[in-house]
C-alpha cells in the first residue's frame, strides 16, 4: 500500500466513529513514518476533528494530545436541559477555539473538506475552501450527533453529523488515489448476537450494532460505486464502544501498522 502512494496525489479519507476515530491517529503515525503527505483531507465526525487539525498543520503527537483532553469527560461534556440535544457546546466549542482559533477553511496547509448534514433538508453539505466559514464552525457541524450533541447554525442553515450522509466521504475526494480509514468499517461488529445476562445490556448492544450496520452498508454502496484507487484501511474496532474515549491508548494502536 505505501508502495501505490508515494510520490503520488492522494486524498486522505477520515470516517467518523466517535471515540473509535482516535484509531484515525495510528495511521497519522505510520504516515509521517513513511513521510506520507495528503494532497487533500476529506473527514467527518471525528475524522473531521482529526483530519482538521493535520490540515493546519499539527503532528500526530500533537493531534493526541488535544485527542486525550476528551479522556476527562468534564472537560468537554456539559449537559443541556434545553433544546434538542443532551450536550451543549459550549465546553466542546472553547477547546477548538483554543485548536483552530480563527482560521477558515481556506487557511488550511493542506486543502480540508468536512462532512456535515443540513437537519432541516436532509442534504449533505461538504465544507471546503470555498465556504468563507471559520473551521471550528465546520468542525462543530460535521460532529453534532442528533440527539447528543447541539446543533450548529451557520448562516441560518441548521448542520448536524455528517454520518448521517456520508460516514466516510471518498464521493468527496478530488483525487483517483485515496487512502480511506473507516473505523465503522467490516470489522467494527461482532458477527455474533448479544448475549448478556441483563436484557437491558442486550437492547442496548443490539441499537449500537445495529447504527454501526447502517453505516457500513452505506459506505459499502458509496464504495462499490466508485471507479477511483481506494486502498481502504478497517482497525479493529468491534471491541470498544464509540464513547470510550478513556482508552484512547488502546485504541490509536488498533490504527498502527495497518499501512
Excluded at 95 to 120: C, Q, S, Y
Excluded at 132 to 159: Q, R, S, W
Aim: charged share 20%.
Amino acid at each position: 500500500m505505501i508502495k501505490n502512494l508515494q510520490n503520488k496525489n492522494f486524498t486522505l479519507v477520515l470516517s467518523g466513529g466517535g471515540a473509535l476515530g482516535i484509531a484515525h491517529l495510528g495511521v497519522l503515525h505510520d504516515l509521517e513514518k513513511e513521510q506520507l503527505i495528503p494532497s487533500e483531507i476529506v473527514g467527518t465526525s471525528m475524522g473531521g476533528i482529526i483530519g482538521a487539525c493535520l490540515a493546519i498543520g499539527l503532528t500526530e503527537e500533537k493531534i493526541y494530545e488535544h485527542i486525550k483532553s476528551f479522556a476527562g469527560i468534564s472537560n468537554w461534556i456539559k449537559f443541556s436541559f434545553s433544546g434538542n440535544a443532551v450536550v451543549d457546546n459550549e465546553k466542546v466549542a472553547k477547546i477548538f477555539d483554543g485548536i483552530f482559533h480563527n482560521k477558515k477553511m481556506n487557511d488550511t496547509i493542506i486543502p480540508l473538506k468536512l462532512i456535515a448534514t443540513n437537519l432541516l433538508n436532509g442534504h449533505k453539505k461538504v465544507f471546503d475552501a470555498s465556504d468563507d466559514v471559520y473551521i471550528k464552525d465546520a468542525v462543530l457541524c460535521t460532529m453534532a450527533i442528533p440527539g447528543i450533541f447541539e446543533e450548529h447554525i451557520i448562516e441560518n442553515e441548521t448542520y448536524g453529523d455528517g454520518f448521517l450522509c456520508e460516514n466516510l466521504g471518498v464521493n468527496e475526494a478530488s483525487f483517483d488515489d485515496i487512502l480511506a480509514v473507516d473505523v465503522l468499517g467490516e470489522n467494527a461488529f461482532e458477527k455474533t448476537m448479544p448475549n448478556n445476562f441483563f436484557k437491558t445490556a442486550n437492547v442496548l448492544e443490539m441499537f449500537e450494532k445495529s447504527i454501526r450496520l447502517l453505516i457500513y452498508n452505506q459506505t459499502k454502496t458509496n464504495l462499490s460505486n466508485s471507479n477511483k484507487h481506494i486502498y481502504l484501511i478497517q482497525p479493529f474496532t468491534k471491541d470498544y464502544k464509540t464513547y470510550q474515549f478513556h482508552k484512547h491508548e488502546e485504541i490509536r494502536s488498533l490504527g498502527v501498522g495497518l499501512l
